[in-house]
């Protein structure tokens, strides 16, 4: 909120000052969510190359004949 209301100013040092200390509170908080989303399982049992980490799981290639009512 204190940007917001320094924007209206025309005291650019100030506006510059508070931006800066918005895009240090941004980066930081960025960089808390990357390091938790990073520490965390992605928990839907794939692996960073989206092939499946269950060892059972079994994929079979089946042909098939697409039938139109038409």
Same mark, same amino acid.
């Given at each position: 909120?204190?940007?917001? +209301?320094?924007?209206?100013?025309?005291?650019?040092?100030?506006?510059? /000052?508070? &931006?800066?200390?918005?895009?240090?509170?941004? &980066?930081?908080?960025?960089?808390?969510?990357?390091?938790?989303?990073?520490?965390?399982?992605? +928990?839907? +049992?794939? &692996? &960073?190359?989206?092939?499946?980490? /269950?060892?059972?799981?079994?994929?079979?290639?089946?042909?098939?004949?697409?039938?139109?009512?038409?």
């Amino acid at each position: 909120m204190e940007l917001r +209301g320094v924007l209206e100013s025309s005291d650019v040092s100030e506006i510059k /000052s508070k &931006t800066d200390a918005l895009q240090q509170a941004w &980066t930081e908080a960025a960089q808390a969510l990357y390091a938790q989303a990073s520490a965390q399982p992605s +928990g839907n +049992g794939s &692996t &960073t190359d989206g092939s499946a980490s /269950s060892d059972d799981e079994v994929v079979e290639d089946a042909e098939y004949e697409v039938v139109d009512d038409k």
